[in-house]
Each structure stands twice: as C-alpha cells, then as structure tokens.
C-alpha cells in the first residue's frame, strides 16, 4: 500500500492532481466546399490550426470537406441536431429561414468584408442570433470579398438586367434578380459553367476568385467593378458540444468565435479575391466596366423594393425590421465597412 502510495505521488508530481488532467476532446468539423480553395485553405483551415494550438493539444478537430457528412443546405440542422459539432453554413441557401440574417445578403451594404464580417458578428449577436439562431453557437461569420457581377456582355445599369438569365449568389439576389426582369438560374457553383456554356445563364454574381475556382474567365469576361453584395457563411457549433467541454476548453473555443476571428478568417479570403481580381485586370481577354455615380444611385433605388421587402419579413416574425436595420447599418459605418 505504502509503495503504491510512492508511486501516486510520483505520478501526481509529474503531472499534476488527477482531477486537473487535460480533458481531451475531438470535435467534427464539416463544411461543403473543396478542401483545395481559399475559403478552406485561408479561412477554415488557419482556424483549426488555431484552437488546437491554443488547446495545448486537449481539443482535435476533425474536419470533412465537399459535403462528405451532407449537403450544404443540410449544414445548419447538422450541427443544431448534433450531427456534427462544428457545421460552416450558408443562410442564405434556405430561403426565408434566418430573414434577420439575410440583411446582410441585401446588395450595396458593405465594400469591406474583413471589417465588414466583424461588423455582421457583433450586429448579428446584438440583434438576430438568439431569435433565429438559439440552438446554435454562433463561431465566426466568414464572407469573400464583395462580390461582383460578372456577364456575357456589358452591364453598367439594372435595366440592362431585363431580360437576362443571371445564376444569382443567394436567394436574396435572386429576389434581386427578379424584380430587375431578369431570370435567377438556380445551379450549385460548380455547376455555373456549364450553364454559361450551354446558355442557360448570361451573367453570375460571384467573387472575384471564383473566375478562376470554376474556369468561368472565357464565359463571363466582362466584370462591372462594384461592390454588388456580400455572402457571408457562418461557422457554428451544436450547444450541447459545447456545453460538455471543460471550462478550460470553454475558454478556448469562446476565444475563438469573437469578431475579431470573423475578420481574420475573412482576411485570407479576402487576399485571394484580390489577387484574382489584379490578375483578371492584367488579362486582355477580360474587360471591367466602373459604373458612374448616376449608375451607383440607379442600382441603390432598384434595391429599395428588396429591402422593403426584406423590412416586411422581419416584421412578419415580430421584429423590429427598421430598429435591426439601423443597428446593421451602424455596425458597418463603426468598423468603416459601409458601401
């Protein structure tokens, strides 16, 4: 008894009071993007490497990529049922579900998505989270740069929109889309190009490094140079994963989803979009249009009915719609991200 006694207490020297011990947890991690492509490898990836870091190896993560474990519209039940711990979800891919949220697709908000995803974090927290998003814990927000709108042939105006097929960012553009006269085609990205080929679509929203993700510079070689609409995704994680983690590893993933990581893990995305963009520019095949200011203040007040429409399904579920607005809107102009 007393030689196990020795040993204990050698044990407890080394590493400490058994009831201390690190625990040791591995969380899963999906998303449905490409492993290979920015917002993975800038994005998603960094984070990872990040919270196990600062874990001091007691929290893994286990991620699967290109929808391995479900489809992306799945993404948000994935993680609030527990089938995952950690879910990348896109809010805008289920229509009418997060109407708060959607504020931040509406077009001509935001010129900056690092401040601007900093901006959505904190607003969003403040002001929609706990309504539409309570079985959840909301981790970073992570958007590309501004997207742009990318055609067959010029477009400088929204009546120029009449007409044509457009395979829209979200459902909040393809609303734009529509009350524009255009007609939204509804394809998942990799699938644009062969629409554009074939087409079934003329013109895409996209960000700038989605020319070269999906080889679309010879469908669409024609870009108008404007901060058009934001995509923010959003990583989250299922409450009861995180409620059973130790107040030690609480800490870390609580260190880890603040609006200061949204902006860092937009940033990489962010780079690359710009690169893309600098590259499109030095290539003579491609052409970009600068809309005038009268252009700007056209595309403003073909928005309006979309938001207004927006206003209408934030009040249809009791919200403030013109207060949640305001507050968005103030959060972009803080954090110097408004458009």
């Known amino acids: 008894m007393k030689r196990t006694s020795v040993a204990l207490a050698a044990i407890l020297a080394v590493v400490g009071p058994l009831s ?54 799945d993404h948000y039940d994935m993680a609030a049922q527990g089938i995952v711990d950690l879910a990348w979800v896109n809010p805008g891919y289920t229509a009418g579900r997060f109407p708060i949220y959607s504020a931040t697709e509406l077009p001509f908000m935001s010129d900056d998505n690092i401040n601007g995803t900093k901006a959505i974090h904190e607003w969003y927290l403040a002001n929609g989270a706990e309504t539409e998003m309570s079985d959840v814990k909301l981790c970073f927000v992570h958007s590309h740069a501004p997207g742009a709108f990318h055609s067959k042939v010029p477009v400088t105006r929204p009546e120029q929109v009449k007409g044509m097929n457009v ?44 020319m070269y993700d999906f080889k679309l510079t010879e469908e669409v070689p024609v870009h108008l140079d404007m901060p058009f609409y934001l995509s923010a995704q959003v990583l989250v994680m299922n409450k009861n994963s995180y409620e059973g983690l130790s107040d030690e590893n609480k800490a870390v993933i609580d260190s880890h989803c603040t609006p200061e990581w949204s902006g860092k893990v937009s940033a990489g995305w962010a780079e690359d979009d710009m690169a893309a963009k600098d590259k499109l520019k030095a290539d003579d095949t491609q052409s ?29 579920k009791g919200g403030d719609a013109d207060a949640i607005l305001e507050a968005y809107k103030a959060a972009l102009k803080k954090y110097d991200a408004d458009y």
């Open 288 to 316: 970009f249009n600068t809309p005038t200011e009268e252009d700007v203040v056209a595309w403003r007040e073909a928005a309006q009915p979309l938001i207004e429409e927006w206003k209408e399904a934030v009040s249809a």
């Open 20 to 73: 201390a011990q690190a625990q040791e947890v591995t969380l899963r991690l999906s998303h449905w993007i490409p492993p290979t492509i920015a917002p993975a490898t800038k994005g998603i990836d960094p984070w990872v490497a990040s919270l196990e870091e600062a874990s001091e190896g007691r929290i893994a993560v286990q991620v699967f990529p290109a929808q391995q474990l479900g489809k992306a519209p």
């Open 167 to 210: 395979r829209p960012a979200h459902a909040t553009i393809a609303r734009f889309i529509s009350l524009l006269g255009g007609g939204p085609v509804q394809v998942p990205a990799p699938e644009v190009r062969e629409a554009l080929s074939k087409g079934t679509a003329e013109a895409v929203t996209f960000p700038w490094g989605a």
